[in-house]
């Protein structure tokens, strides 16, 4: 279980201050350093950009400068078992950059206010939201890897893209106006999300389709076309064709024996 210690979310400190704990603090440190840092480890000072985040382990020396202004937003943690490092596969005492830092602050404000109210379930609470954020970091830290040399403002425009179709599949996507969500010529657009998510958009998006289509024939019990209507497939021949394909049955068998 995560126990969050003291946390703070947008704190400013003043002018070029610094923090300097030898021996660490004794806990986890998860650090978003929102303005840049000079980072001491051991014999080496790194200088940070903006927007970058670091994991301390305990016993790990912590000891940071701002370059000018001090801004940051953290929280200090234990865990049970130090396991969650490999489980989500984690850097520790490195800084790394991610491609959304303010989903990550988003996170840390949500602890940072619970910690300040205390309501019911506060542990639980507390727990969850400290994996929402370590499961945050793995996802931005693997999906897209900041050494590629393409923009991080670049992979956060796809990605929300992305969210744009997959939580509108009813609407009648087609490729220019899906390259149109990134500014983006079609080819470009269709090079870029294969390379980013190891899809096409087309295909997730007959995915997400056909799930919904499946919800609605099983759980609502809803004739096949309008279904397929619902799901945003506009040819019920097609869709008959690629659910078969993908299901192994056609959708009026499956809405007797689901599988």
Known sequence: MFCPGYCDYNRSN????????PSGSGDYLFLYLITPMKIQFGSDTIVTKE?????????EAQIYQAVRRFKNS????????GDFLKEYDLPANRVV???DPEAMNTALKSIYVESV???DFYAEQMDMLVRQLLI???RQLHTWSNGSGIPADLYEQFRKARIEIL?????EWNTENMAALTNLGVSQFYSYYQLFFNRSPKSELLEARLERAKYLLRMEAMPVGQAAAQSGFTNLSHFTRYFRKECGMPP?????NPV
Do not use: E, W
Not at 14 to 21: S, V
Not at 74 to 81: A, E, K, L, N, R
Not at 252 to 256: L, P, T
């Open 252 to 256: 009026s068998h499956y809405a007797r």
């Open 74 to 81: 953290f929280v200090h943690f234990t865990c049970d078992s």
């Open 136 to 138: 945050l970091f793995s």
């Open 117 to 119: 109210l205390k309501q």
């Open 97 to 99: 950059y991610l491609p």
């Open 14 to 21: 003043p002018d070029h201050d610094m923090i300097n704990r």
């Open 51 to 59: 927007n970058a985040f670091l994991l301390y382990t305990p016993g």
């Open 167 to 171: 939580t509108n599949i009813t609407k």
